[in-house]
DNA sequence: TTGAAACGCGTACAACTGTACGGCTAGAAT
DNA sequence: ATTCTAGCCGTACAGTTGTACGCGTTTCAA
């Protein structure tokens, strides 16, 4: 298991905006992280440069261009930003977060069938023996 | 409002601390600290200092011994950071990092009570016209 | 074919972070 | 009274982050 630096706030924009339109050049990239904010395209070619020294995504010059694709799966990358958040801000307790975006960001009700089929789910993997180990 | 510039990593982490022991000297966070994680006193000091001079602590003299108080409270920085958190890793929608907690994280049997009882509740304020707009 | 647009790449630089040392001093122990 | 201890405070320093400029070069339009 590797253990590279984490992402920075800015880079976490770029790799989820990578992760949803897939391998591209810098141009589509920042045209992509445009369409939610404000921000020069030098800096997202920084990010990129970064986030490949970093390991999270690979590059190779297509002629002149050079394409940049992901290498770190979003799985991984939420898992591990994650983790160290509720760590860090929640004591390792994951139930806070959960009742925290359930309470205070504001589901829709589209959502909240969905949420509890989760939990159906979760209940029922629960009673025939976890390979899950609840981690707190 | 005010915007103060976020909480370090390091920073929550003492926050958090402080918010769970309440007002206390450097040494007693400190070692509440020691108790997760190694980490040297003169850090911790330096966190405060630094939370102090971002407006998410106060701090007076007590004699010699100067003590810390978190001055934000927990809901709201956690609202702060978690809000940053979602806009960045997913583009500002709170279902993802549900899942991704419910799915990946373990919950134990117990908290799968309370999580339906969380659903349930918010199935009964959406019924009744919410004034908590969902957020995306 | 000549100038403009586009692009990679090196570089910059201040602010923030993680982590800690060491001097000074007030109170405790000898 | 002298020394030890603990605590505050200033300071440090390398690494990371946010943000971007500008050079050199390629390509495309005029």
Same mark, same amino acid.
């Given at each position: 298991?590797?253990?590279?630096?984490?992402?920075?706030?800015?880079?976490?924009?770029?790799?989820? +905006?990578?992760?949803?339109?897939?391998? &591209?050049?810098?141009?589509? *990239? =920042? !045209?992509?992280? $445009? @369409?939610?904010?404000?921000?020069?395209?030098?800096?997202? #070619?920084?990010?990129?440069?970064?986030?490949?020294? @970093?390991?999270?995504?690979?590059?190779? $010059? !297509?002629? %002149? +261009?050079?394409?940049?694709?992901?290498?770190?799966?979003?799985?991984?990358?939420? %898992?591990?930003?994650?983790?160290?958040?509720?760590? %860090?801000?929640?004591?390792?307790?994951?139930?806070?977060?959960?009742?925290?975006?359930?309470?205070?960001?504001? *589901?829709?009700?589209?959502? *909240?069938?969905?949420? %509890?089929?989760? +939990?159906? &789910?979760?209940?029922?993997?629960? =009673? #025939?023996?976890?390979?899950?180990?609840?981690?707190?």
């Amino acid at each position: 298991m590797v253990i590279r630096p984490a992402l920075s706030k800015g880079e976490m924009e770029v790799a989820r +905006v990578l992760w949803e339109i897939g391998p &591209a050049a810098v141009r589509a *990239i =920042h !045209e992509a992280v $445009l @369409k939610e904010r404000e921000c020069d395209f030098a800096t997202v #070619q920084t990010y990129l440069r970064r986030m490949e020294a @970093k390991g999270y995504a690979t590059s190779k $010059l !297509e002629g %002149r +261009v050079r394409i940049y694709a992901a290498k770190a799966r979003p799985r991984t990358v939420i %898992r591990e930003t994650v983790d160290d958040l509720v760590e %860090r801000l929640f004591g390792g307790e994951t139930m806070p977060l959960v009742r925290h975006l359930i309470e205070e960001r504001g *589901i829709g009700a589209k959502d *909240i069938a969905e949420l %509890r089929k989760l +939990v159906d &789910a979760l209940d029922n993997s629960d =009673h #025939q023996e976890d390979r899950k180990e609840p981690r707190k």
